[in-house]
């Protein structure tokens, strides 16, 4: 059974009740609460349904693990990332990662190019970054952000949510 709508659905009437009780403010808050909850449960789901469903075999509860994640290597020391099958593209795609978390889980094209300038002075080419990009998010690293070209999140966005993006 598909519950998604149903979420979107109680996090569209939350908001519009809040807007419609904004004179009363325990009243907006309290829907403004609810609204933040249901998202969060969204969310949670759109995580849950995103798990590989292969299992490890030892315990049947923990899913197969193939890449290591941005949090993993970040606090590595560099001898071991020297150990690591590690190339310039996946340092890259780290950097990239690390440049959406630091601006709030969602970022632009040009957000990204920027800030990899910063950090690492390397010109890249868009085209170049798009590639990249795009495979970010074939391999699940990142999401496009519906409705929205050129900018990219670090977690599945439903269109609801991606209207309250500036």
């Known amino acids: ?20 009780f904004e004179n009363d403010a325990k009243r907006s808050g309290r829907h403004t609460e609810t609204a933040a909850q249901f998202l969060a ?14 299992l490890d075999a030892a315990d049947g509860k923990k899913p197969v693990q193939l890449f290591l994640t941005l949090d993993e290597v970040n606090e590595l020391p560099e001898e071991l990332l020297q150990e690591l099958s590690f ?32 950090k690492t002075k390397e010109i ?26 050129g900018v990219y999140s670090t977690k599945e966005l439903t269109d609801a949510e991606a209207e309250l993006l500036n």
């Open 124 to 149: 890249l080419k868009r085209t170049s970054l798009t590639s990249k990009l795009y495979r970010m998010v074939q391999k699940g690293q990142i999401f496009p952000v519906p409705t929205k070209k």
């Open 1 to 20: 059974m598909d519950l998604v709508p149903f979420v979107n659905e109680q996090v569209t009437f939350h908001r519009n009740m809040a807007k419609k």
């Open 41 to 54: 449960l969204l969310a949670a789901m759109e995580a849950a349904l995103q798990r590989p469903a292969v």
């Open 87 to 118: 190339s310039e593209a996946d340092k890259t795609e780290y950097a990239i990662l690390r440049i959406i978390e630091e601006c709030g889980g969602v970022s632009s094209i040009d957000r990204i190019l920027f800030s990899l300038y910063k």
